[in-house]
């Protein structure tokens, strides 16, 4: 990874909004994929898929370390995100079965 060297905090904060919207991009187009899980998924159970959750957790944690980021950052990020998504796709689970 390169490094990354801002001479001013105007840097810094024009690089982070900058990332902030890429980030913001991807989690919507990751709930659009969530969205569409929920019609394949048989019950709440299937929607909470605890074993998958730990699965994309472990996988994060690798990819964060390839990338030189603290593995505990990379889980608490997405275990909140993932417990959102979980809730976001009951909701729509609970839709395809009205």
């Known amino acids: 990874m390169n490094d990354?060297?801002?001479e001013n905090i105007e840097?810094?904060?024009s690089n982070i909004d900058r990332i902030d919207n890429e980030i913001v991009k991807l989690i919507s187009e990751r709930s659009k994929y969530v969205k569409q899980?929920?019609?394949?998924?048989?019950d709440d159970n299937a929607v909470k898929?605890?074993?998958?959750?730990e699965q994309v957790i472990e996988k994060v944690k690798?990819?964060?370390e390839e990338y030189g980021l603290a593995p505990d950052i990379v889980e608490s990020v997405y275990r909140v995100m993932i417990s959102s998504f979980i809730?976001?796709?009951l909701k729509?689970?609970?839709?395809?079965k009205e």
């Open 49 to 53: 898929d605890t074993k998958r959750v």
């Open 62 to 64: 690798k990819l964060g």
């Open 87 to 89: 809730d976001y796709e």
């Open 11 to 13: 840097q810094v904060r």
């Open 37 to 42: 899980a929920a019609k394949f998924k048989k």
């Open 4 to 6: 990354i060297n801002c």
């Open 92 to 96: 729509e689970h609970k839709k395809t």
